[in-house]
């Protein structure tokens, strides 16, 4: 009962380094997020999925990009990090409409 | 442009006391509406949901919400907090016709002093 898992859980990157952070619903979901937390500023939204082979812009998606590999799978993808993408990341999945989201359980990112 | 405000950042309340947290959001249509907490170091865990019917809708440990159409509000309330509660807290939204978009508050960190 695996849910929404992320991976890595935990990396560390240098200015300038590219990574992609994985995540994968074991729910038959149509609808995948990701979100980053600051402090204070609660989760922001950066990519979303409404469904399998739709992506769109959040509130920051500026410095990432998202790939919707297939309905279990959507990846976000660091290109040149900054410093500035310091953050916890989750992603999340849900069906359409009126449903709940789930979470995965986060991937804090250093960015030095 | 869709948005849901949580005013309070943090809010501190004695052990016993009664607890509301509030949330407004601007939307065209009435929207799906969430309530998150998140407990240090955790993920996030749904307490209740609001998508129509009796606008006042019960949640898991204790927790429950009105949902009031006239002020766009959505508040968060337990009649007695619990050491245990202390937490932070977030309001959601998301409605099909914004095509799905999920958008949370800021959160409200919750203290409970003994």
């Known amino acids: 009962n695996a849910g929404v898992t992320q991976t890595p859980k935990f990396q560390v990157l240098k200015t300038g380094q590219s990574m992609t952070l994985q995540c994968a619903q074991d729910?038959?979901?149509?609808?995948m997020y990701w979100y980053r937390q600051d402090p204070g500023m609660g989760l922001r939204l950066i990519y979303y999925?409404?469904?399998?082979?739709?992506?769109d812009k959040g509130e920051v998606p500026n410095g990432y990009n998202v790939s919707r590999l297939n309905k279990r799978e959507f990846s976000l993808r660091l290109e040149s990090a900054a410093p500035s993408q310091t953050s916890v990341y989750f992603c999340?999945?849900?069906?359409?409409?009126?449903?709940?989201?789930?979470f995965g359980q986060g991937t804090r990112l250093t960015v030095v | 442009a869709q948005s849901v405000t949580q005013p309070d950042i943090h809010i501190t309340v004695s052990e016993g006391a009664s607890l509301e947290l509030r949330c407004n959001y601007s939307?065209?249509?009435?929207?799906?509406l969430f309530w998150y907490v998140q407990s240090p170091g955790q993920g996030l865990q749904l307490l209740l949901k609001?998508?129509?019917?009796?606008?006042l809708v019960q949640g898991i440990k204790g927790f429950e919400a009105e949902f009031k159409r006239s002020q766009s509000s959505f508040n968060l309330r337990k009649p007695s907090v619990h050491w245990s509660d202390a937490a932070e807290y977030f309001c959601?939204?998301?409605?099909?016709?914004?095509?799905?978009?999920?958008?949370f508050g800021a959160g409200t960190i919750l203290r409970v002093k003994s």
């Open positions: 999340a999945s849900r069906e359409q409409g009126g449903t709940e989201a789930f």
């Open positions: 729910m038959n979901h149509n609808s």
């Open positions: 999925s409404a469904s399998e082979g739709t992506t």
């Open positions: 609001y998508f129509s019917g009796d606008t």
């Open positions: 959601a939204v998301t409605h099909m016709e914004y095509g799905n978009k999920l958008v």
């Open positions: 939307y065209g249509a009435t929207p799906y």
